[in-house]
């Protein structure tokens, strides 16, 4: 069964920091970009940063560039990202999605391009 699962989510103070964790199994992710997504209550899902096959190229939403960071182990099917200097706008449900491409860049593609999710986890970021 193909799945991808979050993990790191939680409650954090706002300039704090979380490292949310996008584990595959199932499949290998060699031939997957993988994108973060995030949704807030009453709000759409928006991609926030991508991640091509190899990790050649990566590209983020301009609120979260510069405090974000995405990077992949292939060796452990796992796809990371770094969150820093947290808001409480960063309040969202966060997901992974995988998408079968080799492309050399990285495109922020909506929700309906991707092939597979996970679940999602909370990110709270709140004094």
């Known amino acids: 069964q193909l799945q991808l699962v979050e993990s790191g989510g939680g409650l954090v103070q706002p300039g704090g920091s979380l490292r949310l964790s996008c584990a595959a199994s199932g499949f290998t992710l060699d031939y997957y970009a993988i994108g973060w997504f995030r949704q807030a209550p009453g709000k759409g899902r928006e991609v926030v940063s991508c991640?091509?096959?190899?990790?050649?190229?990566?590209n983020y939403a301009d609120s979260v560039k510069g405090r974000f960071t995405i990077s992949r182990d292939n060796a452990k099917n796992t796809v990371y990202l770094q969150m820093n200097s947290l808001k409480p706008e960063d309040t969202a449900v966060y997901y992974c999605?995988?998408?079968?491409?080799?492309?050399?860049?990285?495109?922020?593609?909506?929700?309906?391009?991707?092939?597979?999710w996970g679940q999602g986890t909370q990110v709270t970021v709140s004094s």
């Open positions: 991640i091509t096959s190899v990790g050649s190229s990566t």
């Open positions: 999605a995988a998408r079968r491409t080799v492309q050399a860049l990285c495109f922020m593609l909506p929700r309906a391009s991707w092939d597979y």
